[in-house]
Nanobody, 114 residues
């Protein structure tokens, strides 16, 4: 199982980015998928997740600004990020669980300048 994240970049505060996570298997195979991020000197933290049952959740710090969604191709998960803030600067990772086994993609860097 492979997860390939892309879409990071440098934006100014208030800007938007869309991250993509391409899975080598259908995303319906995962019990839960999501995005995490790790800022310099900080622990990795949850950004947004959704379950195979269709429920989604985002961290309080990004609610109202970030959304997570599935692509129509059934292999892609997106994170639409708007109203970006300098504190959103981090490496963003795609994650998926099948049972208790977790899979991680490589990170994609998001840099937000003030």
């Amino acid at each position: 199982v492979q997860l390939q994240a892309s879409g990071g970049g440098s934006v100014q505060a208030g800007g938007s980015l869309r991250l993509s996570c391409a899975a080598s298997i259908t995303i319906g195979s995962f019990n839960i998928m999501g995005w995490y991020r790790q800022a310099p000197g900080k622990q990795r933290e949850l950004v947004c997740t959704f379950t195979s049952g269709g429920s989604s959740n985002c961290a309080d710090s990004v609610k109202g600004r970030f959304t997570i969604s599935r692509g129509n191709d059934k292999h892609t998960v997106y994170a639409q990020m708007s109203d970006l803030k300098p504190e959103d600067t981090a490496v963003y990772y795609c994650n998926g669980f099948i049972g208790v086994k977790g899979y991680w993609g490589q990170g994609t860097l998001v840099t937000v300048s003030s």
